[in-house]
């Protein structure tokens, strides 16, 4: 009897237990910790590359970087990295343990601990947020600003529109006149700006956050817009070439064996194609004997510069120089892609903006002059 009765209120808890979490549980539980902003950690790797060069171990390079940083949750993350890296943890699994660092940053780390020049890791890491933040800093300004005109401007054509035009219209009214031409023609685009205006709003508000929240919208979108318009292929492409060819030179010249290389620098371009590729040319070159080119080559989308240069790295044995030869190369390209593209969306969004602006003061001007003489023939 005693256990039967002990055993009903077990059953109840673990009953709760398994029950779901209500939806304010669920919003309150805390998520994934978010990753430190590109700046924050160009300081800290800047911080850490420095004092280990200066012979500093990583755990007292860590207590005296925090020492005093403004940032209280990189602060504290830090802490618990150097403790674990005291309790005997190896540096690069005491960074992941954080889940404050990604994928890309973890491994450059790892080799960098495995060929013994951390600081070196540190210190291409910082260059390498550096080039990071150059880049989307140039993208924001390519495609945010002009983006925030036209929204400004479309909002001003439906004031005029739902507002202006239809005060027009109603004095025109008030006096016995009858629109006719141009006038007619303003009110009825303003009849339908009217009707349509909060579905054509709420549906670019819905488009809007069904790009910025879902990975798989905007890889369709950029694979679209590369596919139709070959100066965005060019930029996109120099960009993710640049990043997994400057991770896998930094790798293989701090010892760092090819297909390790390549591997880990797959994960700096995750989100696209070239993840899955480089894994297979990885693989293929590291146990079919292939050579590297030649992997590259059957195996990945790269441009045929790439596998050309590998190739003659491969032959010549300077591999390393070849790699950062073609680092610096896409470089140049991106930043002169960068240009070009910055030069085209602007030369676009102001096209867009003055017909933006005469489609405001047609409709709204137009119809107030051509007013004029009914209403003075209709008070007459």
């Known amino acids: 009897m005693s256990n039967s009765t002990t055993s009903q209120p077990a059953a109840k808890a673990s009953q709760q237990q398994e029950k779901p979490k209500s939806l304010i549980e669920r919003l309150t539980t805390p998520g994934k910790p978010k990753a430190f902003k590109k700046k924050e950690l160009i300081d800290l790797f800047r911080g850490l590359g420095s004092m280990m060069r200066a012979q500093i171990n990583t755990a007292d390079s860590l207590k005296y970087f925090t020492h005093g940083l403004p940032n209280k949750s990189m602060a504290d993350t830090l802490n618990q990295v150097r403790e674990d890296i005291t309790n005997g943890i190896n540096v690069h699994e005491a960074f992941r343990r954080s889940g404050r660092f990604s994928e890309t940053i973890?491994?450059?780390?790892?080799?960098?601990?495995?060929?013994?020049?951390?600081?070196?890791?540190?210190?291409?890491?910082?260059?390498?947020?550096?080039?990071?933040?150059?880049?989307?800093?140039?993208?924001?300004?390519?495609?945010?600003?002009?983006?925030?005109?036209?929204?400004?401007?479309i909002g001003a054509f439906i004031v005029s529109q739902v507002k202006i035009v239809p005060q027009v219209e109603s004095m025109l009214a008030g006096v016995g006149g009858e629109p006719d031409g141009m006038t007619a023609l303003s009110f009825k685009v303003s009849h339908f700006t009217q009707n349509v205006w909060p579905l054509v709003v709420l549906s670019l508000i819905g488009v809007s956050l069904v790009i910025a929240r879902s990975m798989k919208v905007r890889n369709f979108l950029l694979g679209f817009g590369m596919a139709k318009w070959r100066l965005l292929r060019l930029?996109?492409?120099?960009?993710?070439?640049?990043?997994?060819?400057?991770?896998?030179?930094?790798?293989?010249?701090?010892?760092?064996?090819?297909?390790?290389?390549?591997?880990?620098?797959?994960?700096?371009v995750r989100t696209t194609p070239f993840y899955e590729e480089l894994r297979a040319?990885?693989?293929?070159?590291?146990?079919?004997?292939?050579?590297?080119?030649?992997?590259?080559?059957?195996?990945t989308s790269v441009d045929e510069q790439v596998t050309h240069m590998l190739a003659i790295g491969e032959k010549s044995a300077s591999l390393d120089a070849q790699l950062q030869m073609l680092s610096d190369m896409y470089e140049e390209e991106s930043e002169t892609h960068m240009e070009a593209f910055s030069a085209t969306v602007s030369?676009?969004?102001?096209?867009?903006?003055?017909?933006?602006?005469?489609?405001?003061?047609?409709?709204?001007?137009?119809?107030?002059?051509?007013?004029?003489?009914?209403?003075?023939?209709?008070v007459s």
Do not use: W
Request: overall charge positive; charged content about 15%.
């Open 281 to 299: 040319a990885a693989d293929k070159y590291e146990h079919s004997g292939v050579p590297l080119s030649t992997a590259f080559a059957k195996y």
């Open 235 to 268: 930029l996109i492409m120099s960009i993710r070439q640049l990043t997994f060819l400057s991770t896998i030179k930094l790798l293989h010249s701090n010892g760092i064996n090819l297909a390790k290389s390549i591997r880990t620098a797959a994960n700096s």
């Open 347 to 378: 030369f676009v969004v102001l096209i867009i903006a003055a017909c933006l602006i005469a489609a405001v003061f047609i409709g709204t001007f137009l119809p107030i002059f051509l007013m004029g003489p009914k209403m003075m023939e209709a």
């Open 106 to 153: 973890i491994g450059l780390i790892q080799a960098g601990s495995d060929a013994g020049k951390l600081d070196h890791a540190f210190q291409s890491l910082t260059q390498r947020l550096k080039t990071e933040m150059y880049f989307e800093k140039k993208l924001r300004k390519a495609t945010i600003t002009p983006c925030v005109i036209i929204c400004v401007l």
